[in-house]
């Protein structure tokens, strides 16, 4: 009987001829990626002329709102476009996105007795929100505001606002505090709070 034949990994000889073609193959990837990277150097542009075709960004300015001209008209309106003075009804949410205002004379649960910028200085950083938060509970103090007669028939009177929470809010020019009053209790108010 024939002993078996060794495999060719098995001998000396096959172990150096397949170690030589993976050595063989190595080289040639490396230069084809090699020669692949010098090609392309040599075809793309310099950064020199790149530099030269951006042209520069304008930074956006920020639009702010106008805040304590004459109110809104009765309507649905965002919160960017109140300005102060409004009578609202359906409010549930000093941070709702929209309000729906209606005549003072008119049966309502809440009112926007004041609204204030906090800068109207594009190029002034965000305060940080502490800072925000303190200057909204400041201006939104509008016990000075109110009609003390017509507030006195109601004993749970509050005050809810909304002021920029983050500074992307702030750079984009959205530097308002928007000062509600409400009954806690849901009554309704029948005039002017102010």
């Known amino acids: 009987m024939v002993p078996p034949r060794p495999r060719l990994t ?6 150096t001829i397949f170690i030589s073609a993976w050595v063989l193959g190595t080289v040639i990837t490396l230069s084809l990626w090699i020669g692949a990277f010098m090609l392309g150097q040599n075809t793309a542009e310099p950064t020199e002329n790149l530099a030269q075709d951006v042209e520069p960004v304008d930074e956006a300015v920020p639009e702010f709102p106008l805040l304590g001209s004459s109110p809104q008209s009765p309507g649905v309106w965002g919160w960017l476009d109140l300005r102060g003075g ?3 009804t359906g409010f549930d949410d000093a941070f709702a996105q929209e309000f729906e205002v209606i005549s003072c004379g008119a049966s309502h649960d809440a009112e926007l007795i004041h ?9 002034e950083p965000y305060p940080g929100d ?3 938060l303190a200057q909204a509970r400041e201006i939104c103090d509008v016990r000075d505001l109110v009609d003390i007669d017509v507030a006195r ?6 005050t809810a606002y909304a002021y920029p929470v983050d500074a992307t809010q702030w750079s984009a020019g959205e530097r308002g505090v928007y000062c509600f009053v409400y009954s ?6 029948t005039q002017s709070l102010r």
């Open 86 to 88: 409004e009578c609202l």
């Open 130 to 132: 502490a800072l925000v």
């Open 10 to 15: 098995d001998t000396p000889r096959g172990q």
């Open 115 to 123: 609204a204030e910028l906090l800068s109207d200085d594009p190029g």
């Open 153 to 158: 028939e109601f004993s749970d009177l509050r």
């Open 184 to 189: 806690e209790g849901g009554d309704v108010f």
